[in-house]
């Protein structure tokens, strides 16, 4: 059970301007993994330590590289960061990846910082003071405006204990996050320990994880298990959102599973190639994108490219913002409300980022289709999650609650009230396991009537449409049950043998199809025991057995005619075979199939299925090779 507060810290900042050495100072843990690392003097890869405060929270700092060449990697760390660390060199001051990273952390969200100027013992006093006042300056306006300032040493450890009270003093107004929902986990990075299988690392965003548990890797859909859990280095059978943890997993190999990937539960999450957003170009950018601007797009820990497709601006400017379309080169797994960077396609410096506003869109942005797209993006922009649902339900019906999940960003049990309430106030209804707007429902209903008037007027003589004909023509085809029965109890359809039509319509014979009846009924009289089949029909009248279907049932629910296999006997046909079987049964105890031939001078091909059709009316029964009396003659 989680007992401990869990927060994520990252640093930023320009290369070399003391990142890695403030995190060894504070948490004696030396980030720079790599040889290279270490022979170059600066960090290449995202680097992980940990630090316990004095009041018992957690804090996992993620350490990224400051160079510009490896700002990618920086962005694969910077996402979901709680607090971060905004380093400035007090003998270089504002650089051009403290500008660049500021961006990163705006885009992304970042609500929380402190800012800490390093290397204060390679300057006076006097000179410290000035890189505060241009510190304070350049972030005006942002995030970070009005954030604590600690200027320290991590050669002499001045200024130390001064940043880890900051650090304690605002953890304590950062809400942890939650553990509740389903898990996602960004993979940064995947690798073999021998005698235990494939390990990827990550720090855990939602949800929480056990030994045991049964997950999935995506994009790919790769199904693993989990057979181990650490968290700092220690062995544990749990783990909590905010934590930096490494998992063990079965199932698959370390070439499978690569940064970028996503580690979720089974069944919630669908990849995509298209995300409808709000994007926010930097101040700073030195560009103003238009439609087909090509970016490279980060989400969590996967670096993508894109083309950008504006949906309320044909240019965006440096500084603004719009609704936008960003079409993507491979896939990416997001939620609701999720945050992005955007760097520039060549060079490839951060120009901005912003909010995943439909992680999954139902169709590609097309100029016709702006007032619609403008519409469905201006009410996911909204704070209430009911009209945010709604939207979505109108825009992509029907809906599964599982789907939700990922549209709403909201744990599965939140989505269950959520809909419940809305059910309650009659503002949608379910089908099943599928959810749709109650205007969707008017709709349906509106398209079934329209159908069956369109219908009841080419075809005069059907008796309507069947569920099944109905169900490959309406558009709404999940809803149809619940409007189907809604337009019974309002008194608008009428059903009869598996039929629905409109009320006040009968069947009848006018038009063209009023003579094919005629037709029909002059051929069947011709030869009234051995009528020809509906093919036989169909060939003999120049007529479609489409055309001849509804004229057959028309016949048999209207006219008393029996439809027999592929037969039709008229009822004065009908009466006589049975006046004669009375007449047989008067003689005689049973009536072989050779004597049934000879009485109406027919085909064994007419004469099975006609005595079959009697057997099921109960006039004749069965009993071996021949017929006795049944009940209903």
């Known amino acids: 059970m989680?007992?401990?507060?869990?927060?994520?810290?990252?640093?930023?900042?320009?290369?070399d301007h003391g990142k890695t050495t403030l995190v060894k100072a504070l948490t004696g843990i030396d980030t720079d993994r790599w040889e290279e690392e270490k022979k170059r003097g600066m960090t290449i890869d995202l680097g992980f330590a940990y630090l316990e405060l004095p009041s018992g929270t957690l804090i996992g700092i993620v350490d990224v590289p400051g160079h510009e060449k490896f700002l990618k990697n920086m962005l694969a760390g910077a996402h979901g960061l709680d607090l971060v660390l905004f380093v400035i060199a007090a003998d270089e001051g504002i650089m051009p990846q403290t500008k660049e990273h500021l961006t990163v952390c705006q885009s992304l969200g970042t609500k929380k910082g402190i800012v800490v100027i390093t290397k204060k013992d390679l300057v006076d006093k006097e000179w410290l003071e000035l890189v505060k006042e241009e510190v304070a300056s350049f972030l005006k306006g942002t995030f970070l405006e009005g954030a604590p300032v600690v200027a320290v040493s991590s050669k002499t450890g001045e200024g130390l204990k001064e940043l880890v009270r900051e650090i304690e003093k605002i953890s304590e107004e950062i809400e942890p996050k939650s553990s509740k929902g389903?898990?996602?986990?960004?993979?940064?990075?995947?690798?073999?320990?021998k005698g235990f299988g494939t390990v990827i690392t990550g720090t855990l965003i939602s949800g929480k994880v056990r030994v045991g548990d049964n997950l999935e890797v995506l994009p790919k859909g790769l199904k693993v298990k989990v057979r181990g859990l650490q968290v700092h280095g220690k062995e544990v059978k749990e783990a909590f959102a905010g934590q930096r943890t490494a998992v063990n997993l079965s199932g698959v190999k370390k070439e499978e599973v690569k940064r970028g990937d996503l580690l979720a539960t089974v069944g919630y999450l669908k990849a995509t190639s298209l995300v409808d957003a709000v994007l926010e170009l930097s101040k700073d950018a030195e560009v103003v994108i238009t439609s087909g601007f090509k970016v490279h797009f980060h989400h969590l820990t996967k670096e993508v490219e894109g083309e950008v497709f504006l949906i309320d601006k044909e240019e965006l400017y440096p500084g603004e913002r719009a609704f936008a379309q960003i079409r993507l080169k491979g896939e990416i797994v997001p939620l609701f409300n999720d945050r992005f960077v955007i760097r520039n396609?060549?060079?490839a410096r951060v120009i901005g980022g912003g909010k995943v506003l439909d992680p999954l869109p139902s169709r590609k942005f097309r100029r016709k289709l702006k007032e619609d797209f403008l519409l469905k993006l201006k009410g996911l922009s909204g704070q209430d999650l009911k009209e945010v649902l709604l939207v979505h339900l109108k825009d992509k019906e029907p809906l599964k609650k599982k789907e939700l999940v990922q549209l709403l960003a909201l744990p599965p049990e939140e989505?269950?009230?959520?809909?419940?309430?809305?059910?309650?106030?009659?503002?949608?209804?379910?089908?099943?396991?599928?959810?749709?707007?109650?205007d969707f429902l008017s709709e349906v209903k509106e398209e079934i009537l329209n159908l069956l008037k369109e219908h009841h007027s080419l075809v005069p003589i059907s008796e309507g449409m069947t569920k099944e004909e109905l169900k490959g023509k309406v558009k709404g085809s999940r809803l149809l049950s619940v409007a189907l029965s809604e337009l019974l109890k309002e008194g608008k359809l009428v059903e009869k043998g598996g039929f629905f039509r409109l009320s006040g319509f009968e069947p009848r014979e006018e038009g063209a199809y009023g003579e094919l009846v005629k037709e029909?009924?002059?051929?069947?009289?011709?030869?009234?025991?051995?009528?020809?089949?509906?093919?036989e029909l169909s060939s003999l009248l120049g007529q479609?057995?489409?055309?001849?279907?509804?004229?057959?049932?028309?016949?048999?629910?209207?006219?008393?005619?029996?439809?027999?296999?592929?037969?039709?006997?008229?009822?004065?046909?009908?009466?006589?075979?049975?006046?004669?079987?009375?007449?047989?049964?008067?003689?005689?105890?049973?009536?072989?199939?050779?004597?049934f031939?000879?009485?109406?001078?027919?085909?064994?091909?007419?004469a099975i299925p006609l005595l079959e059709y009697l057997d099921r009316l109960g006039f004749t029964r069965r009993r071996g090779n021949e017929r006795v009396k049944g009940n209903s003659l």
């Open 2 to 15: 989680q007992s401990k507060k869990f927060l994520v810290v990252g640093t930023a900042g320009h290369v």
């Open 182 to 193: 389903i898990l996602r986990l960004p993979v940064d990075r995947s690798f073999t320990v």
């Open 345 to 347: 396609y060549s060079p």
């Open 415 to 438: 989505v269950e009230e959520l809909v419940e309430e809305l059910l309650r106030e009659g503002r949608i209804v379910s089908e099943g396991d599928y959810l749709f707007t109650k």
């Open 520 to 535: 029909v009924e002059l051929a069947l009289r011709k030869t009234p025991f051995s009528p020809p089949s509906l093919k």
């Open 544 to 595: 479609g057995e489409e055309r001849l279907t509804p004229v057959a049932s028309y016949l048999v629910n209207r006219k008393g005619y029996h439809r027999v296999g592929d037969f039709l006997f008229s009822p004065e046909a009908f009466e006589e075979v049975l006046s004669k079987l009375k007449e047989h049964f008067k003689q005689k105890e049973s009536l072989s199939v050779g004597e």
């Open 597 to 606: 031939k000879d009485y109406f001078k027919i085909t064994r091909k007419v």
